[in-house]
C-alpha cells in the first residue's frame, strides 16, 4: 500500500517515502535481492487523477513515482486484482497499469493474464516459464465497473480453473495471486480450502493469497505450498497486530519440488518491513500454520464466525479509538469523514 489509509494521509506510507525520502523497502532490500521472481499484490491505484473528491480523492492512491520505486525494488510482477485499485475510477486504474508498463514491472489480474515471467534455470541454462495469474474473489464496493479479474460466480470460477489448467500444460511452474477470504481473522475460511483445492486439482502450482491484513497461515495442498494470507507488507494502518506480518519464500527444486516458508515482519514507525527478530512472531506464525493444518485436515471450523466477529468488532473500535485520540490531527478531514458516515447511516436508514 504505496498510498495513504484516510486516517494516516499527511502521516503515512507516502509521506514518509516523498518528503521525508524513507525508502519503504529500505530495510528489506537484502531479502528482495536473493529472489529470482519477486512478486506483491499493488493494493492502491498510481494516478495523478481520480474521479472522487475531498479526502477520498487522497487515500490509497500513490503518485506515479511509486511505479519506479517498485521497479528500483525488484519487483518482477504485481497484482492489481484486490478491492481497491478500482476506488478512483478507470481513468486511474489505467494510469496505474500504465506506469507500471512504463517501468518494466509487469502486472497480473487482469484479461491480460497469464502473465509470463521467463528465469534462467541454474542447473541446465534453459529457461524456465513461469505464468502467474492474479484473481479477486472480493465484492466490487465501488461504483465503478472493475476492469480486473473478478470472480463473482460459478461460472467464473469455472473459466478460472479452466484457464489454470490449460495454463499448465504449457507453463513450468503455475502462480496464483488470490485476492479472497475475510479481514482481521487469522485463520482461511472453509470457502478459501475449498477454492485452492480445486485450484490446485488444475495444476496451480503456488498460491498466495491476500487481503485480511493478518497472517492465514502457509499448507501444503498436495505439493503445491499455499500461503492464505501473509499479511500487511507496507502499510500505515496502526493498530499493532496489523503491522505484523510475514514474507513468503518459494525455493523450487531440481525436481521440481517446492521448499516454502515463512519469514515474520514487523512494520518500524514509519511504515517500513523489517525482517523480526522477535521469538514471539515465529511462534505466532507457528501457532496460525497450525490452526491452519487442522482446517485443511477436516477438523471443524465451527468457531470461525464467532472469530470473525470478534475480529471485527476489535478493529472498528480501535479505528474509532484511533479518529477521537486524533481529533486535532487534519481536523477537515475528520469532519469530512464524520459527514461521510452520516450520510451513510442515513441512506442505509432510509
Keep these: 500500500m504505496l498510498g495513504e489509509h484516510p486516517l494516516s494521509l499527511g502521516k503515512g506510507v507516502a509521506t514518509s517515502w516523498i518528503q521525508d525520502r524513507l525508502n519503504p523497502f529500505g530495510l528489506i532490500s537484502e531479502l528482495f535481492a536473493e529472489a529470482d521472481v519477486l512478486i506483491g499484490n499493488l493494493e492502491c491505484v498510481i494516478s495523478s487523477n481520480s474521479e472522487l473528491m475531498g479526502y477520498k480523492a487522497k487515500s490509497l492512491r500513490a503518485p506515479p513515482s511509486a511505479a519506479t520505486l517498485l521497479h ?7 497484482s492489481v486484482a484486490n478491492n481497491h485499485t478500482m476506488d478512483h475510477g478507470p481513468r486511474a486504474f489505467k494510469n496505474t497499469c500504465r506506469a507500471l508498463e512504463r ?4 502486472y497480473c489480474g487482469t484479461e491480460l493474464d497469464p502473465i509470463h515471467l521467463h528465469v534462467k534455470n541454474p542447473l541446465n541454462d534453459e529457461e524456465l516459464n513461469i505464468s502467474v495469474i492474479g484473481v479477486s474473489f472480493r465484492p466490487n464496493q465501488t ?15 469455472l473459466m478460472l480453473c479452466q484457464m489454470v489448467h490449460e495454463t499448465s500444460s504449457e507453463a513450468d511452474i503455475v502462480i496464483l495471486q488470490c485476492h479472497w477470504g475475510d479481514e482481521f481473522i487469522t485463520s482461511p475460511s472453509l470457502h478459501q480450502v475449498k477454492i485452492a483445492k480445486e485450484l490446485v486439482r488444475n495444476g496451480a502450482n503456488l498460491i498466495i493469497g ?9 499448507q501444503l495442498i498436495g505439493s503445491s505450498p499455499v500461503f492464505f494470507s501473509l499479511g500487511n507488507f507496507v502499510s500505515d494502518m496502526n493498530q499493532a497486530y496489523l503491522r505484523r506480518a510475514a514474507m513468503a519464500v518459494v525455493e523450487v527444486k531440481p525436481d521440481f519440488k517446492f521448499e516454502a516458508h515463512v519469514r515474520p515482519i514487523r512494520m518500524d514507525d514509519v511504515h517500513r518491513p523489517v525482517l523480526s527478530q522477535i ?17 485443511l485436515a477436516g477438523k471443524t471450523n465451527s468457531e470461525y464466525g464467532m472469530l470473525l466477529k470478534r475480529a471485527s ?18 481536523p477537515s478531514t475528520k469532519i469530512e469523514i464524520i459527514k461521510d458516515s452520516i450520510r451513510k447511516a442515513l441512506s442505509r436508514s432510509i
Design 313 to 330: 468488532i476489535r478493529y472498528k473500535i480501535d479505528i474509532l479509538l484511533d479518529f477521537i485520540l486524533n481529533l486535532g490531527y487534519m
Design 103 to 106: 517501468n518494466g514491472v509487469q
Design 143 to 157: 461504483q465503478f465497473t472493475p476492469l480486473y479479474r473478478l470472480i463473482e460466480s460459478e461460472r467464473d470460477f
Design 72 to 78: 528500483d525494488a525488484g519487483f518482477s510482477v504485481v
Design 279 to 295: 521469538q514471539a512472531d515465529y511462534e505466532f506464525l507457528r501457532m496460525v500454520d497450525q490452526r491452519c493444518s487442522m482446517i
Design 210 to 218: 491476500h487481503h485480511s491484513h493478518v497472517y492465514q497461515g502457509l
